[in-house]
């Protein structure tokens, strides 16, 4: 696995070995101990998420003001932009964020650390987003800035309106967002 930095230090790109030929292929997605030693964390994932959605699906921007979770990020089938806010009001990089395509075809993983708002935008017809938690995921403290938020200023790409769900429409400006301190 080939760790690959962003313009985030926290935020960390996978790129699994393939081992691929006429048969299809085999990549390890994850290995604690790999994990631990490219990051310097021992994470416990302790849920997997799996999302379908369909294309100009626009999801987030999402967190858990308590129990924060950890994100491990990837696509199955299809294609996204993936964008993390960092949310944390101490670092150096609050406020700004990174944009990745993740795709079944690239096989690339995204590592979102706890104070990060997460959302994504589904490229192609159809995409499946897999990710593990370092946490479970509590409703009552699930949060939501607005994906459009100007001061913000993420560019998604948008080749059409993006559809996004009546919770995540009435998301909070960033300005008024609950924050971690």
Same mark, same amino acid.
């Given at each position: 696995?080939?760790?690959?930095?962003?313009?985030?230090?926290d935020?960390?790109i996978?790129?699994?070995k393939?081992?691929?030929?006429d048969?299809?292929?085999?990549f390890?997605?994850f290995?604690?101990?790999r994990?631990?030693?490219?990051?310097?964390?021992?994470?416990?994932?302790?849920?997997?998420?799996?999302?379908?959605s369909?294309?100009?699906?626009?999801?987030?921007?999402?967190?858990?003001?308590?129990?924060?979770?950890?994100?491990l990020?990837r696509?199955?089938?299809?294609?996204? =932009?993936?964008?993390?806010?960092?949310i944390?009001?101490?670092?150096?990089?609050?406020g700004r964020?990174v944009s990745? +395509? %993740?795709s &079944?075809?690239?096989?690339?993983?995204l590592?979102?650390?706890?104070?990060?708002?997460?959302?994504?935008?589904?490229?192609?017809?159809?995409?499946?987003?897999?990710?593990?938690?370092t946490?479970?995921?509590?409703?009552e403290?699930?949060?939501c800035?607005?994906?459009?938020?100007?001061k913000?200023?993420?560019?998604w790409? =948008?080749?059409?309106a993006?559809?996004?769900?009546?919770?995540?429409?009435?998301?909070?400006n960033f300005?008024?967002? +609950? %924050?971690? &301190?």
């Open positions: 696995m080939k760790l690959i930095h962003t313009a985030i230090p935020l960390l996978f790129e699994p393939v081992f691929g030929d048969r299809g292929f085999f390890e997605s290995n604690r101990r994990f631990a030693e490219l990051t310097g964390r021992d994470v416990d994932f302790v849920q997997d998420n799996h999302s379908r369909a294309q100009n699906v626009l999801r987030g921007l999402h967190y858990q003001i308590q129990h924060p979770q950890g994100k990020v696509v199955v089938q299809g294609a996204v =932009l993936d964008i993390a806010v960092d944390r009001k101490d670092s150096p990089t609050f964020h990745l +395509e %993740l &079944a075809e690239n096989k690339l993983m590592w979102i650390p706890e104070g990060f708002a997460h959302g994504f935008l589904v490229l192609s017809e159809t995409a499946e987003f897999l990710y593990k938690t946490d479970y995921w509590f409703p403290h699930e949060r800035i607005r994906w459009d938020d100007q913000l200023a993420i560019d790409k =948008l080749q059409a993006p559809v996004v769900s009546g919770k995540d429409a009435q998301g909070k300005s008024a967002a +609950e %924050l971690f &301190a």
